[in-house]
């Protein structure tokens, strides 16, 4: 089996695993990565897979949390109700 075919097998297989975690951010990225990385450190594709999906739920898992914190230490912003109101002319 070429190395070709057997690194497509590995991403396809590890997207059809990480089909029903789609919506946990990171893991298909992280898969596809660690797949690829584990194939070429030694044909452990899948236990590559499996790990890069959990770093990569990590990974994103984190940076949400600095966004979260980003955004809540902006202050809100409020309209401006130091200037008089306008009227509409008659």
């Not at 949390?65 to 230490?73: D, H, I, M």
């Amino acid at each position: 089996m070429t190395i070709t075919l057997r690194l497509a097998g590995a991403c396809a297989l590890a997207a059809v695993l990480a089909a029903p975690l789609t919506a946990q951010a990171g893991c298909v990225k992280g898969a596809v990565v660690g797949g690829v990385a584990g194939h070429v450190a030694g044909h452990h594709g899948l236990a590559g897979a499996a790990v890069g999906c959990a770093v990569g739920h990590h990974m994103a898992h984190e940076q949400a949390k600095k966004e979260k914190a980003a955004q809540a230490s902006q202050p809100a912003q409020t309209p401006n109700t130091n200037q008089p109101a306008t009227q509409a002319p008659h």
